[in-house]
C-alpha cells in the first residue's frame, strides 16, 4: 500500500502561482511513476502531467504545457507541481496518484490515489 496525502492547494488569482506537494508513505516510493490529475466540477477527472521513477521521462497535457511542471524527490519521498500562470479554468481538485505502468496519462494505470487539494482561480 501507498498512503498520498497533497498539500499546497488554495486561492489564487489568475496570473499567480502555487506549488502542490503529495507526500508518499508506505511502499518505496521511488518504484512509482507519479501522476497528477484533476477534476472541475461536473467534469470528468483529466490528466495534468506525469513524471517517472526516476525523473528522466515527463508528460504533460497540452493544456498545461509550458506554466506547468511536474517534479520529484525520492530522497522526500515527495511529488511536486509547480504552477504558475494560472488561469480560471485551472480551478480543480488536484489528485497525485501512483502507478506502475510508467509516464502514462490514464487514469486505471494508477493504483493509489490521494484526497486531493483544492485550487481555486479568481479572475
Known amino acids: 500500500q501507498v498512503q498520498l496525502v497533497e498539500s499546497g492547494g488554495g486561492l489564487v488569482q489568475a496570473g499567480g502561482s502555487l506549488r502542490l506537494s503529495c507526500a508518499a508513505s508506505g511502499r518505496t516510493f521511488s518504484n512509482y511513476a507519479m501522476g497528477w490529475f484533476r477534476q472541475a466540477p461536473g467534469k470528468e477527472r483529466e490528466f495534468v502531467a506525469a513524471?517517472?521513477?526516476?525523473?528522466?521521462?515527463?508528460a504533460d497535457a497540452d493544456s498545461v504545457k509550458g506554466r506547468f511542471t511536474i517534479s520529484r524527490d525520492n530522497a522526500k519521498n515527495t511529488v511536486y507541481l509547480q504552477m504558475s500562470s494560472l488561469k480560471p479554468e485551472d480551478t480543480a481538485v488536484y489528485y497525485c496518484?501512483?502507478?506502475?505502468?510508467?509516464?502514462?496519462?490514464?487514469?486505471?494505470?494508477?493504483?493509489?490515489w490521494g484526497q486531493g487539494t483544492q485550487v481555486t482561480v479568481s479572475s
Open positions: 496518484a501512483a502507478g506502475f505502468r510508467g509516464v502514462v496519462a490514464y487514469k486505471s494505470a494508477y493504483d493509489y
Open positions: 513524471i517517472s521513477w526516476s525523473g528522466r521521462s515527463i
